[in-house]
């Protein structure tokens, strides 16, 4: 099974010169094709995307998570300041009806 393998391989420098039969000589190593090139081209994109998709998708989920909680806080803290406000106003009608009951 390897003595094909042997026969027809020889090993070199730069990788493996397969020995043709037909010729008696050593071709170097077989050149892939244009379309073989584009096609690892191709899957080398789509791998990339892939991750650069998955990566952009985790950025928005953090960065929409920081948002909402900044508008929770916001929210809180404005809901405080609204029933103060809201107290203070209720004190000054309360004085002004004190004046206006005076005059």
């Not at 050593?26 to 244009?34: F, H, L, M, Q, T």
């Not at 379309?35 to 989920?61: E, N, P």
């Amino acid at each position: 099974m390897f003595a094909n393998f042997f026969r027809c391989a020889v090993p070199c420098r730069v990788g493996i010169r397969h020995f043709s039969e037909a010729t008696g000589a050593i071709a170097g190593p077989p050149k892939k094709s244009a379309g073989g090139r584009l096609t690892g081209f191709a899957t080398g994109i789509a791998f990339a995307s892939l991750i650069f998709y998955y990566q952009l998708h985790q950025d928005i989920w953090e960065s929409t998570a920081k948002v909402e909680e900044a508008l929770t806080s916001f929210q809180e803290s404005s809901v405080e300041e609204n029933s103060l406000l809201r107290h203070r106003v209720s004190v000054l009608e309360k004085e002004l009806a004190l004046v206006k009951a005076k005059m």
